[in-house]
């Protein structure tokens, strides 16, 4: 598959224009809510979103990630991993119950529409795809490419809800931090005395490399998520 590196082009004013991006509002479709976690019921926050550009086979898609940052899900940290991990069947019945304390929303581009609602806490930076040739390890947001194996094995899974060969959408580089407003909530932490991050940014998943699978199906799009910690 092509790669497109994702290029942080500054913090700047959000406007309509911007289809890739880092925190500030979501742009969802006017029949898709701002998702809560099922493990706390608290709202979940908005950490990025990316608009699949021409020539990728997701094009005319996007996907918007959330994340639970207000309370610590011990067990949840990371993404449920199925077992084996490598070359892994991940089935349905997986799926249902997978996206607790985070979720992916997949919707046609045109339709997202800034969600005004929602109060921002990560702070908006604009992304720009750049076609490259090849995928380097040190780029922090990756579309397409091939994946950067930083364990030194691979974990690509064999299928998602028996759909072979899923695709792999987007990398996110491991340590990769979201910055925050300054009226932004800590993100929860159990391992400071007040369990609360000292640090002006979000991690995701605990600051692993992350890797994000779909498939595509009779018009339904499916997620998987695998890191990889060095």
């Given at each position: 598959m092509k790669s497109w590196r994702l290029e942080i082009t500054?913090?700047?004013?959000?406007?309509?224009?911007w289809e890739s991006f880092i925190g500030g509002k979501p742009k969802l479709p006017p029949n898709?809510?701002?998702?809560?976690?099922?493990?706390?019921?608290?709202?979940?926050t908005f950490m990025f979103q990316v608009a699949f550009p021409q020539d990728h086979p997701w094009a005319g898609k996007s996907m918007a990630v959330f994340y639970c940052i207000e309370a610590w899900h011990d067990k949840y940290c990371i993404p449920e991993l199925p077992q084996p991990i490598a070359n892994a069947d991940i089935p349905e019945?997986?799926?249902?119950?997978?996206?607790?304390?985070?979720?992916?929303?997949?919707?046609?581009?045109?339709?997202g529409k800034i969600v005004d609602a929602y109060q921002e806490?990560?702070?908006?930076?604009?992304?720009?795809?750049?076609?490259?040739?090849?995928?380097?390890?040190?780029?922090?947001?990756?579309?397409?490419?091939?994946p950067i194996w930083i364990m030194g094995m691979?974990?690509?899974?064999?299928?998602?809800?028996?759909?072979?060969?899923?695709?792999?959408?987007?990398?996110?580089?491991?340590d990769?931090?979201?910055?925050?407003?300054?009226t932004a909530p800590k993100q929860a932490n159990p391992f400071t005395p007040d369990k609360k991050s000292p640090f002006p940014w979000y991690d995701l998943f605990v600051s692993n490399r992350i890797y994000f699978w779909g498939v595509q199906s009779n018009g339904t799009e499916r997620i998987y998520i695998s890191v990889q910690r060095s």
């Open positions: 500054g913090s700047c004013v959000q406007t309509t224009e898709m809510d701002i998702p809560k976690c099922v493990l706390c019921g608290r709202e979940l019945e997986f799926l249902r119950d997978y996206e607790r304390n985070f979720r992916v929303l997949v919707f046609d581009t045109p339709l806490k990560v702070a908006f930076q604009a992304l720009q795809a750049v076609p490259e040739k090849q995928t380097k390890k040190d780029w922090e947001l990756v579309i397409g490419g091939r691979s974990e690509r899974p064999n299928s998602i809800a028996g759909i072979k060969k899923p695709a792999l959408l987007l990398q996110v580089k491991e990769f931090h979201f910055p925050v407003l300054t």
